[in-house]
């Protein structure tokens, strides 16, 4: 009985002993596979940031307009320029930038707005150009939706 026993342990000793590295490497192959997977998207976000569509020269801009955060700053110049919307609004609604996030920027001085009125919208391409310290607007093409 003695030595049935201990040749019981024996084998459950041998199959932790199998388990135990069973696992580990199923362990570095899932180590390994992730480790692929984060090169893969390292590589992706470089694919992303190489195109891209430039921006502005945020940096210049802020030392021209004498500001930390030129970008806010055109935000709001534009967003108070109700005058460049050539579209009106209908059904008593008034057409307008819906707020600062309705307009993106890209390189050199250029700015994409979406404008609604509640009923019908659209997209206002902008050039601005900086002289000084104020921000020129000019309405460079228009779409409706």
């Known amino acids: ?6 040749l019981v342990l024996v ?9 135990a590295l069973y696992f580990q490497r199923q362990a570095k192959i899932a180590s390994e596979r992730a480790a692929e997977l ?21 940096e210049e801009i802020g030392k021209a307009l004498k500001t930390a955060e030129p970008e806010a700053l055109l935000r709001s110049s534009l967003l108070a320029r109700q005058d460049l919307i050539p579209w009106k609004g209908v059904l008593g609604g008034t057409m307008a930038i819906p707020g600062p996030d309705s307009i993106w920027f890209f390189a050199p001085a250029w700015a994409l707005a979406y404008v609604e009125d509640g009923h ?3 997209y206002l391409l902008f050039r601005f150009r900086i002289s000084g310290n104020r921000v020129t607007w000019t309405l460079v093409d228009q779409e409706p939706l």
Not at 1 to 6: A, C, L, N
Not at 11 to 19: D, F, H, K
């Open 38 to 58: 984060m090169r893969q998207v390292d590589e992706l976000k470089q694919l992303l940031d190489s195109s891209r569509i430039p921006e502005p020269e945020w």
């Open 11 to 19: 084998l459950l000793l041998a199959a932790s002993a199998g388990t």
């Open 120 to 122: 019908i919208a659209g």
């Open 1 to 6: 009985m003695k030595r049935f026993g201990v």
